[in-house]
């Protein structure tokens, strides 16, 4: 193992360990190609496969389309704006007011972000007008929840669907009766690990640094599912992403693991823009 | 026009007026077969098409399956314990407590009612083994929100959707973040206007007492819409339920149509197990 990355999933519950190394069945592993960079191969297995799913799962969107996010700054909130533009989607980005707003902005926007706007902003009523030039999202990912969710619901086209991934503000989804009815809004959720489960058995990607090669894993897996593993193809997707240049890392600081401590400080702290890795 | 019903949309807002008589083009009409009584043909064209559209459209339930709805004793309620029989699935009945609650747990039970539950009873710890001869139900239906609702989704299987039609609490549907992720469960809404828009163009049901033979608004739709008329094929397969007895019109009380005030405030009280129908 050469790098992991610390995700919120690993603070909120124990989902396993950070460690130098393993023994593994190299049936269950999957080779991340050489040339993709260290940081964007130890934050590929989780919340850009996330994001992809997501725009891809459940609402058949076609370029130009739009899709609507919060926690827009989140590892998988910069994985969603990359990934959108790459597939022609113009995505509403919002985010958390804060001192660097303007900084976050550009950067979101560097990024591929169509708009970048407040959790304030987007409850104002003019906001509408505002964003006239987009047609309305027919998808919105929600990683907050509560009263961030509530807006996000507000703002879908008719028919369109909120896919909730996180609750970062503890609070629950709160849905008007009157927009299932009238409005046929689809709320859903979406947990990687479960997607896994579901579509590729008994398998893990570990970041090998490319001394595995990649075909190994997918002969052995073919003998064991009668399908196509559907992981696999989705980590190859995105590598094709990356060596295009169309999905970079997220901005983020690498710690060696022996100062584990230090690194999951920094990212608790409010308002992080970086993600921390930790290297062994 | 020979009867019509008060449902509670017709109370919540306007959406159309009751008359005697009215002038319609005969292609947008469906008649209903001679042989139907006319409770059931004036209690036929919302209620049980509601009803039956919930139970086939959301899960592909088979029979053994078991459905969970609140407002049981609504005329909803009572169309959807009897569909659900026919088709064989199960159903666990949330109700109001009142003081006749027997008498409504007997008369729901005989409509073919597997379980009848009140809302305070539904929250108890020890239902889920008072529960476990049924499989855990795939669908819920509710038309109550608020506290209602998030209990039928606590109760909900794994992958499992509620669907909303009512909102009789006045309070939203609350759904925690965990559900949607973890248990994957799906929200959705269903209106019988929008469905009816989306599947049968300019199509009215009115209560002819059969007179109009129910070949004539089949072949005229046949020329104007490509597919079939689904709202018409609906029509006939819930008047085969009402011939095979597996369908009954809700408990009603028959009121003329001059003394439409006093229909009005009957089916306004708490409570009310009787349907109010304006004959002409």
Redesign the interface.
């Known amino acids: 193992m050469l790098a992991a990355p610390i995700n919120p999933s690993d603070i909120n519950m124990i989902q396993g360990t950070w460690r130098t190394e393993a023994v593994f069945s190299e049936e269950v592993l999957v080779g991340v190609p050489k040339d993709i960079p260290l940081p964007s191969a130890a934050t590929l297995s989780v919340n850009p496969c996330t994001a992809y799913r997501m725009l891809v799962d459940f609402e058949q969107l076609q370029p130009g389309d739009c899709v609507i996010q919060n926690a827009s700054n989140s590892g998988v909130g910069q994985a969603v704006i990359q990934i959108a533009a790459a597939l022609g989607l113009r995505t509403i980005n919002v985010v958390r007011d804060r001192p660097d707003i303007q900084k976050l902005t550009e950067r979101l926007k560097n990024l591929g972000a169509d708009h970048v706007i407040t959790e304030e902003e987007i409850r104002k009523h003019e906001m509408k007008n505002f964003l006239k030039d987009m047609p309305q999202p027919r998808l919105a990912l929600n990683c907050v929840?509560g009263k961030s969710s509530t807006e996000l619901l507000r703002h879908l086209a008719p028919g369109g669907t909120m896919v909730?991934?996180?609750?970062m503000a503890k609070q629950?989804?709160?849905?008007?009766?009157?927009?299932?009815?009238?409005?046929?809004?689809?709320?859903?959720?979406?947990?990687l690990s479960?997607w896994k489960k579901d579509h590729s058995p008994a398998l893990t990607v570990l970041n090998t640094g490319g001394e595995q090669p990649a075909s190994t894993a997918t002969l052995s897996m073919a003998k064991r599912s009668s399908g196509l593993n559907q992981f696999k193809e989705l980590i190859l997707t995105l590598c094709n992403l990356i060596r295009r240049g169309q999905l970079t890392a997220p901005a983020c600081s690498q710690v060696p693991l022996q100062d584990y401590q230090r690194a999951l400080e920094a990212s608790t702290q409010p308002f992080v823009s970086s993600k921390q890795i930790l290297t062994m």
Chains 1, 2 share one sequence.
């Open positions: 929840g909730t991934y996180g609750g629950p989804v709160i849905a008007s009766v009157g927009l299932l009815i009238f409005k046929d809004l689809k709320l859903r959720g979406f947990w479960q």
